[in-house]
């Protein structure tokens, strides 16, 4: 995997570069726009992850510049202004994705993977497991005739779980790989999570539908069933 940064801020480019390169991942950093552009000409990229406030070029000008390339691969933007507006106008101009400042490592990273497997054809837009649905794009769930439309944790945390049946995940390593936490919060996030999704996910005629596929394994965490 070979990513292009395109981010101006020396800190934030800094963890991203760190913590995709512990996953194995090649970087590329770009300082604004115009660098990145050049950068795109000479490698090809898996995924761009695109500041939107830069100097010289922007992230607008960026994309509008990035069109005329081919192959050009998918980009998530980064905003520090979580405004509607920017994200608007973002994924008009062909981007694929946003994430909001400040974020977690891990849920670049995951978006990351999305976006690419996407591309590639390697994972469908609907995960469908057990009877459940769940949407990549939109984070829609359904679930006997429940439907709810997941947090962006909650996604990961379903999507996570069920890419995997019949493995017991503990919570530290939900914990991990959903929230970027490498230390015992000393909270029950992971359990919390877990009961809202159920509850968000409870059928019309609770109690004709078959059991939830998300099993508690107590003392340990959790897993999807085996089918
Ligand atoms: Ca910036």
Redesign the pocket.
């Known amino acids: 995997m070979h990513i292009l940064l395109i981010?101006?801020?020396q800190k934030?480019a800094d963890f991203v570069l760190e913590g995709l390169g512990a996953l194995g991942w090649q970087c590329t950093h770009a300082l604004e726009g115009a660098a990145g552009l050049a950068a795109v000409g000479q490698t090809r990229f898996d995924a761009i992850v695109l500041?939107?406030?830069?100097?010289v070029m922007d992230g607008m000008a960026f994309l509008g510049r990035l069109r005329e390339q081919t192959p050009c691969p998918p980009v998530i933007m980064?905003t520090?202004k979580a405004e509607l507006d920017d994200k608007l106008q973002g994924f008009q101009m062909g981007a694929e994705d946003y994430l909001a400042k400040p974020f977690h490592l891990e849920e670049l990273a995951a978006r990351i993977r999305v976006l690419v497997q996407r591309r590639t054809g390697q994972a469908p837009e609907n995960l469908r497991l057990n009877g459940l649905e769940l949407n990549r794009v939109t984070r829609k769930a359904t679930w006997q005739g429940a439907t709810a439309v997941l947090s962006q944790r909650e996604f990961l945390l379903l999507e996570y779980l069920m890419q995997s049946p019949g493995q017991i995940f503990t919570r530290k390593k939900i914990l991990f790989h959903v929230w970027g936490i490498d230390f015992d919060p000393q909270t029950n996030v992971v359990d919390v999570s877990i009961q809202r999704l159920r509850k968000k996910l409870t059928p019309p005629n609770a109690e004709l539908a078959p059991e939830f596929p998300l099993e508690t394994i107590r003392g340990v965490g959790y897993r999807w069933a085996s089918q």
Do not use: Q, R, S
Not at 51 to 55: E, F, G, Q, S, V
């Open positions: 981010e101006d801020e934030i500041d939107w406030m830069l100097p980064l520090a």
